[in-house]
Nanobody, 123 residues
Framework: QLHLMESGGGSVQAGGSLRLSCAVSGYTYRMGWFRQAPGKEREVVAAILTNSGATSYADSVKGRFTISRDNAGNSLYLQMNSLKPEDTAMYYC???????????????????WGQGTQVTVSS
């Protein structure tokens, strides 16, 4: 089981920016960011293949958010710009340790999760 720890959440006004970080304790095939608002299902925000750096994004964040990782694959980042009130949620870092899969958007495809960090965007 990997250990993942998020940091960087907080409160910001609409139009502002935040950068989330996640420290990852071992080898991963893919890493991702998910979010969950009260009363809603957990949804994917973005994902990145650890080796190639190839990225995928939810339509709702394309052009505003950027996922990245360090070269060693030990840290995952999410740069969030032009934040909207509807981006308010608990944000989770997730990792799939190994095994080819194209289901980057599915929470069930990830086997390790962080505790989450709250992002609140006020209008």
């Amino acid at each position: 089981q990997l250990h993942l720890m998020e940091s960087g959440g907080g409160s910001v006004q609409a139009g502002g920016s935040l950068r989330l970080s996640c420290a990852v304790s071992g080898y991963t095939y893919r890493m991702g960011w998910f979010r969950q608002a009260p009363g809603k299902e957990r949804e994917v925000v973005a994902a990145i293949l650890t080796n190639s750096g190839a990225t995928s994004y939810a339509d709702s964040v394309k052009g505003r958010f950027t996922i990245s990782r360090d070269n060693a694959g030990n840290s995952l980042y999410l740069q969030m710009n032009s934040l909207k009130p509807e981006d308010t949620a608990m944000y989770y870092c997730a990792a799939r340790r190994q095994g080819y899969s194209t289901r980057w958007y599915s929470p069930q495809d990830y086997d390790s999760w962080g505790q989450g960090t709250q992002v609140t965007v006020s209008s």
